[in-house]
């Protein structure tokens, strides 16, 4: 059974004086120990799409329809039941580590308190301990100091290093990322997409990624599906959809993607007259 799977989902946004339909009727399934994603450039509904499935769309102004099996769970059917999901069977990885911590509390404390939604039974030492090997796991040195430390005192790098740890802390069957690495340097990204494929490959955990970086889909993808308009506008393997796409949008999605050309040859220094 998959983890979570979509069936024609719609998420229609109240706006001012009209309705803005940001999703339009998309379908996709994700099993355990893959990774799917939905790409796309901005305002195509990717991340409205993920935020809707975790009921963290504004309320009274977002309306869904069509069904969300998160475990077997119908969220659309009975909102309700994401309370005890979130946080369980599934888990967020925001997109910017700087906004999504708590500045007044240590990242012990929060750490913590996510141990204690999964775990009410661990108790003093053992949520200590379960925090220092999490910090471990996601390859953060001497995890003992950085748990006394505040959210400003860590780099940008290291603090979502900690929210994947919250989020392997709730031993979720499901993470969700919501472009985990569009606030880091480019230096920071690759280890943090590693770090992101060697905690599935240890766990089994299925990820729902949504990013505007085919490169990332690339790396991290089984599965991708490329958004427009809230559509779906193709979706297949991950080898396909990069290598051989059918669409014309994909294939302008890809020709934006950088490519690095020959070096040019050295130009010759003019030999200074006084040298000759």
Same mark, same amino acid.
């Given at each position: 059974?998959?983890?979570?799977?979509?069936?024609?989902? #719609?998420?229609?946004?109240?706006?001012?004086?009209?309705?803005?339909?940001? /999703?339009?009727?998309?379908? +996709?399934?994700?099993?355990?120990?893959?990774? &799917?994603? *939905? @790409?796309?450039?901005?305002?195509?509904?990717?991340?409205?799409?993920?935020?809707?499935?975790?009921?963290?769309?504004?309320?009274?102004?977002? &309306?869904?329809?069509?069904?969300? !099996?998160?475990?077997?769970?119908?969220?659309?059917?009975?909102?309700? %039941?994401?309370?005890?999901?979130?946080?369980?069977? /599934?888990?967020?990885?925001?997109?910017?580590?700087?906004?999504?911590?708590?500045?007044?509390?240590?990242?012990?404390? $929060?750490?913590?308190?996510?141990?204690? *939604?999964?775990?009410?039974?661990?108790?003093?030492?053992?949520? $200590?301990?379960? %925090?220092?090997? !999490? !910090?471990?796991? /996601?390859?953060?040195?001497?995890?003992?100091?950085?748990?006394?430390?505040?959210?400003?005192?860590?780099?940008?790098?290291?603090?979502?290093? &900690?929210?994947?740890?919250?989020? +392997?802390?709730?031993?979720?069957?499901?993470?969700?990322?919501?472009?985990?690495?569009?606030?880091?340097?480019?230096?920071?990204?690759?280890?943090?997409?590693?770090?992101?494929?060697?905690?599935?490959?240890?766990?089994?955990?299925? @990820?729902?990624? @949504?990013?505007?970086? !085919?490169?990332? %889909?690339?790396?991290?993808?089984?599965? @991708?599906?490329?958004?427009?308009?809230?559509? +779906? /506008?193709?979706?297949?393997?991950?080898? $396909?959809?990069?290598?051989?796409?059918?669409?014309?949008?994909? #294939?302008?999605?890809?020709?934006?993607?950088? %490519?690095?050309?020959?070096?040019?040859?050295?130009?010759?220094?003019?030999?200074?007259?006084?040298?000759?």
């Amino acid at each position: 059974m998959s983890v979570l799977e979509v069936r024609d989902l #719609r998420v229609e946004i109240m706006a001012p004086g009209r309705i803005v339909r940001a /999703v339009d009727g998309v379908s +996709f399934s994700v099993d355990r120990g893959e990774t &799917v994603t *939905i @790409i796309g450039e901005s305002g195509s509904g990717k991340s409205t799409t993920a935020m809707g499935l975790l009921g963290l769309l504004p309320p009274g102004l977002a &309306v869904l329809s069509g069904q969300a !099996l998160i475990h077997g769970t119908d969220v659309i059917a009975t909102p309700k %039941a994401l309370r005890k999901l979130r946080g369980r069977t /599934v888990a967020l990885i925001p997109q910017d580590p700087m906004t999504s911590l708590s500045p007044v509390h240590t990242i012990g404390s $929060q750490l913590s308190q996510s141990l204690r *939604i999964r775990r009410p039974d661990l108790k003093g030492a053992a949520v $200590q301990a379960r %925090a220092v090997e !999490l !910090l471990t796991s /996601v390859r953060i040195s001497t995890p003992e100091e950085q748990l006394r430390k505040y959210p400003h005192q860590l780099s940008g790098g290291m603090l979502q290093r &900690v929210l994947i740890a919250m989020a +392997f802390a709730a031993e979720a069957e499901l993470l969700v990322a919501d472009e985990p690495t569009s606030a880091l340097d480019v230096t920071v990204q690759a280890s943090i997409l590693d770090l992101l494929l060697d905690l599935q490959e240890k766990t089994g955990v299925a @990820i729902l990624m @949504i990013t505007h970086d !085919l490169g990332v %889909a690339r790396l991290m993808s089984d599965r @991708i599906n490329v958004m427009k308009d809230g559509r +779906f /506008v193709e979706s297949g393997e991950a080898e $396909q959809i990069v290598d051989h796409p059918q669409e014309a949008y994909t #294939r302008k999605l890809l020709a934006a993607v950088p %490519a690095l050309g020959p070096l040019d040859p050295p130009t010759p220094r003019p030999v200074k007259e006084s040298a000759l």
